[in-house]
């Protein structure tokens, strides 16, 4: 029998020790003050056992761990439609950057990249009848938690210097790849970006991802068929230009975002999520990253 919780334990101490934490995200002003020590994991079987340690009850910005659950409810609403307005390749390059963007007339390579996160929005919005409130709804369904929010003033914060993601959604927009208004969309994006789960809440709402579509009450959300798709966009785009050594090092499919979490699960077995916010050059958790690579060699689960 695996020690599931004395694995997690050996594993929190032996980082937590570390001087070199990787560097908090300061491109968006709001984020720049969480302190770096901040460390948690939280392990969720799919069996209903739960082990965790360190600050796994503190909520943080989910940033573009976001855009996985975005493209599920759309991918759960448009079916395989989404894929008219976007490609499903890993980008080999950074989460904002354009010039392949303009070079492939305004397809996003993948729902994960800022571009393609954006046409997402897109999508929502010209689906939901209130896009804000229906995809809150949405994520707090999933977890089972009506907790969850927006921080308005990380999402406000975003929006004051999010040149970049402008500049990307004026060049869908030239393309005819947005039907909304730039500042629409953005606002949506910016928002579902700015949603704070602590590790709990975001090993929770993973679960169907693990669970063949079902959230842990047991609803249906995605089929089998749309689990497997979303699984492997993680494998190969969830980690920015990062996807293959992640894959290499961890051997899971999973996300992370600019906030320092990172999810990752293994079908039929368990979600895991980890929060440090300090990244690495990257733009992935420094210690999540560790933390799941001992995690996954020294229980040998991995989807290989
Ligand atoms: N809101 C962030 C941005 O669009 C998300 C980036 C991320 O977590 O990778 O820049």
């Keep these: ?51 965790f340690v360190g600050d796994w009850e503190e909520p ?3 940033q573009s761990i976001s855009k ?38 305004g397809i996003p390579r993948n729902p994960f ?22 995809f809150l709804a949405f994520v707090r369904g ?8 927006y921080n308005k003033v990380v999402a406000a914060s975003e929006a004051e210097t999010g040149y970049g993601n402008y500049a ?18 953005l606002d949506f994006y910016f928002h579902q970006c700015s949603i704070e789960m602590n590790c709990q809440q975001l090993s929770n709402a993973f679960y169907l991802f693990a669970n063949r579509g079902k959230c842990m009450q047991n609803t249906t959300h995605l089929t089998i068929n749309q689990v497997k798709r979303i699984n492997a966009i993680m494998l190969t785009c969830g980690f920015y230009d990062e996807a293959g050594e992640f894959a290499f090092e961890v051997g899971l499919p999973g996300k992370s975002g600019v906030g320092g979490g990172i999810v990752a699960l293994l079908p039929n077995e368990f979600t895991l999520s980890c929060w440090s916010p300090g990244l ?11 933390a799941l690579e001992e995690f996954t060699t020294q229980t040998n689960l991995s989807i290989f």
């Design 1 to 51: 029998m695996v020690n599931y919780q004395e694995i997690l334990d050996a594993i929190y101490e032996k980082l937590q020790k570390r001087v070199d934490k990787g560097t908090v995200a300061s491109y968006i002003p709001e984020l720049a003050d969480v302190p770096k020590e901040k460390f948690g994991i939280y392990l969720n079987r799919i069996n209903g056992d739960d082990y």
């Design 60 to 62: 943080f910005s989910i």
């Design 68 to 105: 996985v659950l975005s493209f599920a409810l759309a991918f759960s609403k448009l079916k395989n439609q989404v894929f008219r307005r976007l490609d499903v390749e890993p980008s080999g390059n950074p989460f904002n950057h354009l010039s392949l963007l303009e070079m492939e007339n």
């Design 113 to 134: 990249i800022n571009s393609g996160a954006i046409v997402i929005a897109d999508m929502l919005i010209s689906l939901l009848d209130d896009p804000k409130n229906d």
């Design 142 to 149: 999933i977890t089972n938690d009506d907790t969850i929010q």
């Design 168 to 185: 990307a959604a004026n060049l869908l927009k030239s393309f005819g790849n947005l039907e909304n208004e730039v500042e629409r969309v």
């Design 280 to 290: 690495n050059e990257k733009g992935n958790s420094y210690l999540g990253m560790l």
